[in-house]
């Protein structure tokens, strides 16, 4: 079986739930006897190396240290590799990265992936939405199978693109393995003196960094827990003022760009991760700090209920009261959050990259 993986997503970004999901597959695929991967990387940076992948045959990337993910980096690729696609014949399988299929790449069956319906639901936050929405649109009306990370990203599939059970399959992330190491201890010792609670990821609007910082205005947790941030690039001047008018400046770390070594230390020293997206089609952070022993307060939605069961703390992202109430008791509730910790471990262990592989490669064989 030859499948083939684009560049879309790996053009775009160099870290991420989408090219993670992506580079663990990819790895995976290409170990079993008979699937041949076939991934048409182009100009893409270092961040995409793909264990199993990168350095063989059939890996098209080129001098990828030199450029950074954007839109100059997309158009080139896109350029370059269309015509690698027309010379490499018919494959089995297209499963592409993001939002449309490469014209020039013929294949058996089209599969795409669906991660979430962020766009549809706060299309104010993109200002391309409704670029995103026609190429989405035309993508599902083209593919012979989506897979869907939850079954409330298929819910939200169906609700917006029209798109029926019969032609999607759920198969839900896997979680990478994450161990502490002595460059992940020495990073966070630099720049976290004492107990904090850990955020991770974007900071956008629906992401509710804000409601966060409020929660801990009102909570006082801050008088004894710093919050560190860890990814989602530099604070907007915006953010900079909600910090500074809600006092808490001093206490609040934002690392940019963090080391896996530095996220996986920072959950294992954390008193508390705290997820407060208003809305999620998977939510890996949660299940990252579960392995961990790391307790986490979830915001409740569909998805992350779905996907985090009974071994997260929840709260209601809409009352900041109930957010403030559950920030303090998740913090201070010795017993609960020991029971916390262990029903975490028993739903982190349904999530494995080896079993969303082998479910992936079920799925190519049915609709071939």
Known sequence: ????????????????????????????????????????????????SIPGIVGHERTFLWNHSFFSPGLTTYAINEALLNAVALSSGKFDIYHNTLYRFMPLARAQRLVATHHDCIQERFPESFKDRGRIFRAKRQMFQQTDLVFCVSESSRADLEEFYGVGPEKTKVVYNGVSDMKRTPKGHAELRKIVDRDFILYVGKRDGYKNFTGLIRAMQLSGIHQTHRLLSLGGGILTAEERKQIADAGLKEIITIVPHASF??????????????????YEGFGLPPLEAMQMKCPALVARSSATSEVCRDGAFFFDPNVI????????????????????????????????????AAEVLMGYRAVL
């Open 1 to 48: 079986m030859n499948i083939l993986y684009d560049h879309q997503a790996f053009s775009l970004q160099s870290a991420g739930g989408i090219t993670r999901y992506f580079r663990e597959l990819m790895s995976r695929l290409s170990r079993v006897e008979g699937v041949k991967p076939v991934a048409l990387l182009g100009l893409s940076d270092s961040h995409s």
């Open 321 to 356: 009261e109930e957010f403030s109430e559950m920030l303090k008791f998740s913090l201070y509730d010795t017993s609960a959050r020991e029971a916390v910790i262990e029903r975490g471990l028993n739903v982190v262990r349904r999530y494995s990259w080896d079993r969303t």
């Open 261 to 278: 070594e530095l996220l996986s230390e920072s959950y294992a020293a954390a008193s508390l991760l705290v997820y407060p997206s208003l």
